[in-house]
């Protein structure tokens, strides 16, 4: 694999489906910068007391992550909620299916 070779995209769309941004996977696997970039992007944009809620099948983790490390400013963090799809929600723990499906 080339340094820049594209493995994949990945797409944050709004409710109606429509697709907002891409970002170019260069990476093996679904890693959670692109999420974040995709976020954060979409954050930039949008006014500041604004609240977005984010349907995404491992939002569980990225949550985790977002609390527990520093990667997001706190600004965007307490506007930022996520939830899990129902298909995705039953191959997830118990305790996550309760916090995240919607």
């Not at 500041?48 to 600004?75: E, F, N, Q």
């Not at 298909?87 to 919607?102: D, F, K, R, S």
């Amino acid at each position: 694999m080339d340094s820049f070779d594209d493995t994949g995209i990945m797409a944050l769309i709004c409710r109606h489906d429509i697709p907002l941004f891409f970002a170019n996977i260069n990476s093996p696997g679904e890693q959670q910068k692109y999420s974040v970039a995709l976020l954060e992007h979409l954050f930039s944009l949008i006014p500041s007391y604004a609240t977005v809620v984010a349907l995404y099948d491992v939002g569980c983790v990225l949550a985790r992550s977002l609390s527990k490390y520093d990667i997001l400013p706190h600004s965007i963090v307490s506007r930022l909620r996520f939830a899990t799809t129902a298909m995705h929600a039953y191959g997830h723990e118990w305790a996550c299916q309760l916090v995240y499906n919607p």
